[in-house]
């Protein structure tokens, strides 16, 4: 069964972003995704200390590529978080099963993904690069808790 919201990191790079993410998917009862190669071992000191003693609520899965996953859950919607889209995140709605996909926090998302219909936006002042990827990834699934309830 799927749960009422996914998050998926992208090639992750920082450990104390993805275990943040961790914390606030445990609190969320949101699984997490990990794709492709990670920057840094999930037994890592500074990932484990972030995501506290939530570990154990976490349902977290390791993938290989985004078609893998796209395979695996065929009639989810997956959308792409991106500072290249005008389509903001607020003026989606959200339902139960749908993939939150994160890029990695140096370069975001490929550019194959960030085209794509789903590909959506969190506002920000112009002239600034990017939020946080733990930052992006709460307001976001808060955004679907709205909508949907948790």
Do not use: H
Not at 56 to 74: A, C, G, Y
């Amino acid at each position: 069964m799927t749960a009422k919201l996914n998050i998926a990191l992208y090639e992750p790079e920082i450990p104390q972003n993805t275990g943040n993410i961790a914390r606030l998917c445990a609190c969320c009862g949101a699984d997490l995704f990990l794709i492709g190669k990670l920057g840094f071992a999930l037994t890592d000191k500074y990932t484990k200390r972030a995501g506290l003693d939530y570990w154990e609520s976490v349902n977290i899965k390791k993938v290989n590529s985004i078609e893998e996953l796209q395979t695996e859950f065929p009639t989810s919607t997956f959308y792409y978080l991106t500072t290249k889209s005008k389509k903001l995140y607020t003026d989606v709605s959200f339902k139960d099963g749908d993939f939150i996909v994160f890029g990695p926090e140096s370069r975001g998302l490929p550019n194959e993904y960030v085209t794509r219909d789903t590909a959506i936006t969190i506002p920000m002042k112009e002239g600034q690069r990017s939020l946080n990827l733990a930052n992006s990834v709460a307001i976001t699934a808060y955004e679907i808790i709205r909508q949907n309830g948790i």
